[in-house]
T-cell receptor, first 116, second 109 residues
């Protein structure tokens, strides 16, 4: 149980375009989802915390207008990278906490974004 | 400010030898500490948390508030323990985790 999926697993896009990444909790309802960014050989950096039905809380230094987060249901959160630039190329990972369950974060497999 | 420090980026030990992955934290209140593991080509997964006080896959970790440490230990390393290990902290009443830089553990045969 407690599986989190991400789609796509990898995406390549042109500079200036927007890319949407989906994060789904497959067998549980997630009241809270988190979006992280991981640069090569570096740790996970939290970008934002997303609670179902409310606006995401962004970490300091993360542009909310560039990284749009939507958490419209208890099983789906999306991250849209708008007007992507090469410096946005990274590994994006989501995690989810189960509604009413232990507050463990279950992680998705990540999405590799490459902006040309 | 909340901070987690893992001083060793790389750690290599021989199979059967004891292993200790260091984790120090900075937090003014009572934190909750975790160890996460990422095996090759797999997602990050929870290994253990300090409030559970349990041993998972032979690993244990004790929260030392005096030294602000949460080192991960295993008396006899196995080859399948080779992975990336992350120490993480969650503040009182908080939802988010703060991760350390990670330690890549390699167990040599």
């Amino acid at each position: 149980g407690a599986v989190v999926s991400q789609h796509p697993s990898r995406v390549i896009c042109k500079s200036g375009t927007s890319v949407k990444i989906e994060c789904r909790s497959l067998d549980f309802q997630a009241t809270t989802m988190f979006w992280y960014r991981q640069f090569p050989k570096q740790s996970l950096m939290l970008m934002a915390t997303s609670n179902e039905g409310s606006k995401a809380t962004y970490e300091q230094g993360v542009e909310k207008d560039k990284f749009l987060i939507n958490h419209a249901s208890l099983t789906l959160s999306t991250l849209t990278v708008t007007s992507a630039h090469p410096e946005d190329s990274s590994f994006y990972i989501c995690s989810a906490s189960e509604r009413g369950g232990p507050d463990t974060q279950y992680f998705g497999p990540g999405t590799r974004l490459t902006v040309l | 400010a909340q901070r987690v420090t893992q001083p060793e980026k790389l750690l290599s030990v021989f199979k059967g030898a004891p292993v200790e992955l260091k984790c120090n934290y900075s937090y003014s209140g009572s934190p909750e500490l975790f160890w996460y593991v990422q095996y090759s080509r797999q997602r990050l997964q929870l290994l253990l948390r300090h409030i559970s006080r349990e041993s998972i896959k032979g690993f244990t970790a004790d929260l030392n508030k005096g030294e602000t440490s949460f080192h991960l230990k295993k008396p006899f390393a196995q080859e399948e323990d080779s992975a990336m290990y992350y120490c993480a902290l969650r503040g009182q009443g908080a939802q988010k985790l703060v991760f350390g830089q990670g330690t890549r553990l390699t167990i040599n045969p």
